[in-house]
């Protein structure tokens, strides 16, 4: 059973960084495309960053190009989303999402199948 869980949310001042985690467990994650979304309150859900875990290809929206970076570490089954310059447009609750079988670009715009629970991040001084 696929199981993702998020970690790292907090808050942060403009300017300031954060580190996301997402563990995965339950299936082989070389075979998948991770990815990180976010939802902000009276937004829809965003395809932030999505990686393969295959070949380490990645996919960024254009709202956070040059200032996240998404990695995985496939030994650990983690993958990780380094947030740096962090704006007030950047609070949401972000989520780890997998899906089978796709590239990451696919992924960051689809819904996918498996989701974790979540973690908030808030942009505020």
């Known amino acids: 059973q696929v199981h993702l869980v998020e970690s790292g949310g907090g808050l942060v001042q403009p300017g300031g960084s954060l580190r996301l985690s997402c563990a995965a467990s339950?299936?082989?994650?070389?075979?998948?495309?991770i990815g990180w979304f976010r939802q902000a309150p009276g937004k829809e859900r965003e395809g932030v960053s999505c990686?393969?875990?295959?070949?380490?290809?990645?996919y960024y929206a254009n709202s956070v190009k040059g200032r996240f970076t998404i990695s995985r570490d496939n030994a650990k089954s983690t993958v990780f989303l380094q947030m740096n310059s962090l704006k007030a447009e950047d609070t949401a609750v972000y989520f780890c999402?997998?899906?089978?079988?796709?590239?990451?670009?696919?992924?960051?715009?689809?819904?996918?199948?498996?989701w974790g629970q979540g973690t908030q991040v808030t942009v505020s001084s």
């Open positions: 339950g299936f082989t994650l070389k075979y998948y495309a």
């Open positions: 990686i393969s875990s295959f070949d380490g290809s990645t």
């Open positions: 999402a997998a899906e089978t079988l796709t590239t990451p670009q696919r992924l960051c715009n689809m819904i996918p199948g498996y």
